[in-house]
């Protein structure tokens, strides 16, 4: 069965720093791979997600994430946060059907003036 | 591309009573979409899969004669929570697969209190 773990439930980093957001993915296969920020009270919106190819992904927002086989990592980053960035951010594992997405627990970002 | 409606965006409504939630692929069509709920600071979890035309493959403990799901169209699926509960209360998110079938969009989310 696959499953996401993001160990990091809360962090907070100050405007302008740079953020690592952890995600550590387990699937027998090769992942698709898929990071999600939602806002307060809103849905999710696709940031990044990875297929194949190029290990390194940039995103929406100037995030970029990096996939990495031999740690079952997919972690996020991002070189300058803007406080534009604080919310609840999901990464997620799917098959490659498309029809099984599963997802991490979650991280909020807040982020200091 | 890939806009994903939900509506309404809100809704409060009485024990017992039954309330329909829409969800729209606004700018493509989508044969298959799905319904999450995510209770308070916690992550999605899978209620069901509808396919268009076909009958909802729910998840292991999600009743499907509470949560009625309709997918009629390529663009609109809609969720009916029958005799809704107070427990019932929780958000709503609904997601559409994209075109190339394998990245799903998701809509706003319906937040429903039953009280």
């Known amino acids: 069965a696959q499953s996401v773990t993001q160990p990091d439930i809360h962090i907070t980093v100050s405007e302008g720093a740079s953020l690592e957001l952890r995600c550590n993915y387990s699937y027998g296969a090769t992942p698709y791979l898929f990071w999600y920020v939602q806002s307060p009270g809103q849905g999710l919106q696709l940031l990044l997600k990875?297929?194949?190819?190029?290990?390194l992904v940039q995103g929406i927002k100037g995030f970029e994430a990096e996939f990495k086989r031999s740690q079952s990592s997919f972690n996020l980053r991002k070189p300058s946060v803007h406080w534009s960035d604080a919310a609840e951010y999901f990464c997620a594992v799917g098959n490659n059907a498309g029809n099984m997405l599963t997802f991490g627990g979650g991280t909020r970002l807040m982020v200091k003036p | 591309g890939a806009v994903v409606s939900q509506h309404p965006s809100w809704v409060i409504c009485k024990s017992g009573t039954s309330v329909k939630i829409e969800c729209r692929s606004l700018?493509?069509?989508?044969?298959?979409m799905f319904w999450y709920r995510q209770f308070p600071k916690q992550s999605l979890m899978l209620m069901a899969t509808?396919?268009?035309?076909?009958?909802?493959?729910?998840e292991q403990g999600v009743e499907k004669d509470k949560f009625l799901i309709n997918h009629a169209s390529l663009t609109l699926s809609t969720l009916t929570v029958t005799s809704a509960h107070p427990e019932d209360s929780s958000f709503y998110i609904c997601?559409?697969?994209?075109?190339?079938?394998?990245?799903?969009?998701f809509g706003p989310g319906t937040r429903l209190t039953v009280l």
């Open positions: 997601s559409a697969m994209g075109v190339r079938g394998d990245t799903q969009y």
């Open positions: 509808s396919n268009e035309g076909s009958k909802a493959t729910y």
């Open positions: 990875y297929f194949s190819g190029d290990t």
């Open positions: 700018d493509f069509q989508a044969t298959t």
